[in-house]
Structure formats: C-alpha cells, structure tokens
C-alpha cells in the first residue's frame, strides 16, 4: 500500500516562499495604507476648509452677527458643528456648516475630541508660522511625519 502526501522538505520549502512573498508584499501593503490615509487627510482637510469658508460667506452675508472687531471667520471649529443662529430667519433658525468634525487622520489623540486633532490658524497669523488666535482661519494636520511626497502633513 502506497501513502500519500507531502514531505517534510516540501512543506518546508512551501513555508519557506511563502514567507519571501509575504516579505514582499508588506512595503507595498504598508505603502497602500498610508496612501488611504493621505487621502483621508486630503478630503477631510478640504471638506474642513469648504466649511470655515462657508462661514465666513454667510457673516459676509449677513446671516450671522458679528461686531467690528471680529474677522468673520469662525471663533472654533466646534461652531461649524454645532451651528449658530441665522439672524436673518424669523424663526432663527441654525446654520450649521459640516455635519461632523473628521479626526485629523495622520495623528493619533484618542482623549481628544475630533476638532482638538486639528492645528488651527488664526487670520492674523503668518502662513509660515501658524498660530491660535481669536478665529479659525486654516487648519492644519499636527502630525509631523512626512508624506509619500516629502512634504510634511502639517503644510497640507
């Protein structure tokens, strides 16, 4: 009677390719995952800034009070959530600018809350040197890794 199945110097060797490929396979599965989560911080940094501008639009129109003082940009990125009051609606409705915050998606924060993942500038601040101030004027990622492309996510 004859049996049938592998050797011990197959199986090794199947083991052994397995292995190679999979060495391989990693860079460019590593490689796969931090293009999606460039493209998650593309998005979400857009869909961050369409909001802000969205704002400063509606101040600009009237819809939203503001004193002499201030930029008409938003105080924080919460509001744009949050909503504020159309001033120009007799029944006061509220504008709200995004439907919820993304986490910043190169940075990883869990004790904070989505809009504390971002760095925020504020309109008196230089594009070289972002700053908090009174108003959100740009967002920025804080993490300081660099992209595929070299640049660093925080100048996205």
Excluded: C, H
Excluded at 44 to 59: F, N, Q
């Amino acid at each position: 009677m004859r049996v049938r199945g592998f050797t011990l110097i197959e199986v090794i060797i199947t083991v052994v390719i397995v292995a190679i490929l999979a060495t391989g396979a990693m860079p460019v599965i590593q490689l796969t995952i931090k293009r999606n989560k460039e493209s998650e911080l593309r998005s979400d940094l857009r869909e961050i800034r369409t909001a802000i501008d969205l704002y400063k639009k509606a101040v600009d129109g009237g819809k939203i009070r503001k004193s002499l003082e201030q930029t008409g940009y938003p105080p924080n990125l919460e509001v744009l959530e949050t909503g504020v009051q159309d001033v120009t609606s007799p029944k006061r409705k509220i504008l709200r600018f995004i439907r919820k915050i993304p986490r910043d998606p190169m940075t990883n924060y869990p004790d904070r809350t989505a809009a504390q993942t971002w760095g925020t500038r504020s309109y008196d601040s230089d594009s070289d040197n972002p700053r908090e101030g009174v108003d959100v004027y740009d967002i920025y990622s804080l993490s300081l890794e660099k992209g595929v492309n070299g640049t660093s996510y925080n100048t996205w």
